[in-house]
């Protein structure tokens, strides 16, 4: 097994087969590339093709005690240095990941099947903005004075957490790693981040860049599965603050042992996201808003799809003709061909829950599905896992469709008839991440805003996670708030009181 002791610093590429095969079956402990403990490894397939690009360290528990061991050390003297200073390096990040932004957006496309027009480059550039975002915030970590009595001067000042778990998905692994890397590290933690199994390379390329600038040590990337190496580092006695984006299932099993170490934990889970468009909207800009929202471009695969669709009943019918043209129109095919709007599913056990899901909407009686766009047809494709977007209506609220995260491209598109019925049924789902309104009203628009159980409300817009605004959902959608100064103050610092009596 290769030990690359010190990363070749390399000018940005644009062959992501190579650059996979470089990075493959590495972990990066203390800035370097370790491989697994065990010697293990497992394989890298690029779901639209089938085949594997390159392999991943199969971390397990040795792994994440060396990693986590690593950035104990690290964090005493990266917590001393001035708060501005940190965030400076945390900021100088930015610029080479804007350098190698085209090389990470095609690496991400090749592990995840993402179109590398329509999502990847569009990943890779947020990452960039999230590292700028928070390198300006150091300067803000500032506590308060208190006034408790004449001559005792009384003061809060805020104070890292220590060792940061992170534990990522696959679906935007580079974004989602940035939300908790940059803010944990600026706060005056350092971080372990255990990648998802299905996407490892990426997200190991952005440490190798992170690592021109910032101390060994400071950041660490496992890959492996989730009971083998997430398990581990959630248990581990040194990691005291875990912060998780993935399933509400193990968002759950994460939660419950963070409650036994008593630690603090921040929860990105999923979401069944409402849109709902009053008859009164802007018909061209909402049809085009309805196309963003489901993120059909990625497949679906987001917490904050639009899941679920309500229209007013005027409107409905050419609301939903008005949809299926537009998707009709959407290119499925290599992710890597600018022409491509869609590329696939993560994976086949993904492919399978999806394709489950379809099945039993067809199967529903008085659902009717509208099967968009169009498979495509290049022989290198063949095994790739593409599914045409479904957009069903007439299914009951019962539905398992209507109520369960299905994280693929389909969307359940109801009529409705007052804004209390709507807001009833939105509000009728175990989750609560995102939700949005479309109205030229905004009245009806603002008073449904306030009502509405969701982290997240857009009106006659839907954008992803944007930096400097707090995202994060309600109920089975998680716990605290990620991307603003707020998140970073309050779930990677806790607050000391000092107090001084000078009478
Ligand atoms: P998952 O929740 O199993 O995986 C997410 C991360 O958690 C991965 O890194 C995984 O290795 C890790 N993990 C799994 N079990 C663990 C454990 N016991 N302890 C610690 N870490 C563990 O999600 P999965 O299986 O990839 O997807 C299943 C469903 O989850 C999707 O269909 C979707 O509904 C939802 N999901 C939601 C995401 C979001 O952005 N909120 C992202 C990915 C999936
Ligand atoms: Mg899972």
């Known amino acids: 097994m290769l030990d690359r002791p010190h990363p070749t610093p390399s000018a940005p590429t644009l062959d992501e087969k190579t650059l996979a095969n470089a990075l493959s079956t590495q972990h990066f402990i203390a800035g370097r590339f370790v491989p697994a403990r065990s010697g293990k490894t497992f394989p890298v397939v690029n779901p639209a093709t089938g085949e594997a690009v390159g392999a991943a360290a199969d971390g397990d528990s040795a792994d994440v005690d060396a990693a986590v061991q690593a950035a104990a050390a690290a964090q005493k003297d990266w917590a001393k240095l001035p708060a501005r200073k940190r965030g400076a390096l945390v900021g100088q990040c930015a610029a080479i990941l804007t350098e190698h932004a085209e090389e990470l957006a095609r690496l991400i496309a090749l592990e995840t099947g993402k179109a590398l027009r329509t999502e990847s ?26 006034p408790f009595a004449p001559n005792v001067l009384s003061v809060t000042v805020r104070e890292p957490l220590g060792v940061v778990g992170a534990i990522i998905p696959w679906n935007v692994p580079m974004l989602l790693m940035a939300l908790k890397v940059a803010p944990a590290l600026v706060a005056g933690n350092t971080v372990v981040v255990k ?35 997430g398990a581990p580092l959630v248990a581990h006695p040194k990691v005291r603050k875990v912060t998780f984006t993935g399933s509400a299932e193990v968002g759950r099993i994460v939660s419950k042992t963070a409650a036994d170490k008593l630690i603090p934990v921040t929860l990105e889970l999923g979401g069944k996201s409402p849109m709902i468009v009053f008859a009164d909207c802007d018909f061209e800009k909402t049809v085009m808003g309805a ?48 022409k491509t709007d869609i590329g696939t599913i993560i994976s086949p056990g993904q492919f399978e829950k999806v394709k489950a899901y379809i099945d039993e909407g067809i199967a529903t009686k008085g659902a009717k599905a509208h099967v968009c766009s169009t498979m495509p047809k290049e022989a290198g494709l063949k095994k790739g896992l593409f599914i045409q977007p479904h957009i069903f209506t007439g299914l009951p609220n019962s539905s398992r469709l209507v109520q369960e995260e299905i994280f693929g491209p389909v969307t359940c598109v109801f009529p409705f008839d007052d804004a209390a019925g709507v807001l009833e049924a939105a509000n009728d789902s175990e989750y609560g991440l995102a939700a949005s309104l479309w109205t030229n009203n905004l009245k009806v628009g603002l008073d449904l805003a306030h009502r509405i159980e969701a982290g997240l409300v857009q009106i006659n817009q839907n954008l992803v996670v944007q930096a400097n605004l707090s995202y994060g959902g309600v109920k089975s959608s998680g716990l605290g708030k990620e991307a603003s100064l707020e998140a970073m103050l309050e779930h990677f610092m806790h607050k000391k009181t000092i107090m001084v009596n000078y009478a």
């Open 121 to 146: 480059r569009v990943e890779a550039n947020v990452v960039a903005d999230i590292f700028s975002f928070y390198g300006g915030l150091g300067g803000e970590l500032k506590g308060e004075t208190v």
């Open 195 to 229: 990648s998802a199994e299905e996407a490892p390379l990426a997200v190991l390329r952005v440490c190798e860049l992170l690592n021109r600038v910032l101390p060994p040590g400071c950041f660490n990337m496992l890959s492996g599965f989730g009971p083998e190496c």
């Open 291 to 338: 196309i963003t929202s489901m993120r059909f471009t990625r497949q679906g695969q987001s917490c904050t799809a639009a899941s679920r669709i309500y229209v007013e009943r005027p409107l409905f019918d050419r609301f939903v003709a008005a949809l299926a043209d537009k998707v009709n129109a959407m290119v499925m095919g290599d992710p890597l061909d600018e």
